[in-house]
């Protein structure tokens, strides 16, 4: 029986990157998102990519905003699977309604920008994460991985994103000290500037003043993911944030030939979370 992984947010950018290098891989997808999950929508176009690419994709509409909604696809795995769910990457995210970026001050954004930023972008994860381990924990096997950003350690975007981010973090390192003695683990990932399908149409050639050219694509990313569910060294790595370039090299993986920089002397170096 192939191994099983949910995928939240993967109707496109890195939870798309990443199922579609699990699926190289012959797993079991499930990857989630607002929908729709049928016809040629973006959901319904990964799951069909993860199945072409060698595996079984499962693609299922699901508001993160809305608790049952989540515990219904954890049921549906559940009992599609037998109970088995081998993997849990938490990626999904949106931004709130008029997002300022960089550019607006938490004092001119609205009060309700915590919905998205924190109920969603962190909240949702530890209700998923919450799920996952109710099937992990049983059958003593399993990783959950949350994608964090830099935004941890340096201003990015705003403060609220920062908060969410910070918040995976420790997550990560807390479920890992429950999950320690039923060899369940968890780690929470720092990418760097992503190629997504946005910022290669958007023609920019600069981020924050990263060059685009140095990105990471989301399939990168999702190499580093698969690669640490094989990694023999996994439980000294459980509760521990690490950044996708200093993993990859760890790893031996390179970005079509490319190895992508790690950003973490430009955010101050020093250790991680």
């Known amino acids: 029986m192939s191994r099983v992984a949910l995928v939240t947010g993967a109707s496109r950018g890195v939870g798309k990157g990443i199922a ?14 607002r929908g729709p999950a049928t016809g040629d929508a973006p959901l319904a176009t990964t799951a069909c990519e993860i199945t072409e690419r060698g595996g079984r994709g499962h693609a299922v509409a699901c508001d993160h905003r809305d608790d049952e909604a989540i515990d219904a696809v954890f049921a549906q795995i559940a009992d599609e699977q037998d109970g088995r769910l081998d ?22 954004r609205p009060l309700d920008d915590w919905d998205s930023l924190i109920g969603l972008g962190l909240r949702a994860h530890y209700v998923a994460s919450v799920a996952a381990a109710r099937l992990m924990v049983p059958r003593r ?40 003695d039923h060899d369940v683990h968890t780690v929470s990932l720092w990418p760097g500037i992503v190629r ?11 981020i924050a003043g990263f060059p685009v050219a140095d990105a990471e694509s989301p399939e ?21 944030t690490f950044v996708t370039a200093e993993l990859a090299r760890d790893y031996d993986l390179t970005d079509d030939g ?5 950003h973490r002397s430009v955010f101050g170096g020093g250790p991680l979370f």
């Open 141 to 180: 096997t399993g990783l959950i991985v949350n994608i964090s950003s830099f935004g941890t350690r340096g201003h990015l975007h705003s403060v609220l994103y920062g908060i969410s981010k910070a918040g995976l973090d420790k997550m990560a390192s807390d479920m890992a000290a429950d999950l320690r």
């Open 220 to 240: 990168f990313i999702g190499a580093v993911v698969a690669a640490l569910t094989d990694d023999p060294e996994l439980a000294e790595r459980s509760g521990h």
């Open 196 to 206: 997504t399908e946005k910022i290669v149409a958007s023609g920019m050639t600069h």
């Open 20 to 33: 579609r290098i699990l699926g190289d891989s012959g797993w079991t997808v499930y990857v989630t998102g």
């Open 87 to 108: 993997l849990l990457v938490n990626n999904v995210w949106a931004g709130p309604r008029g997002f300022g970026g960089f550019d607006t001050p938490f004092w001119e």
């Open 258 to 262: 490319h190895r992508p920089p790690s």
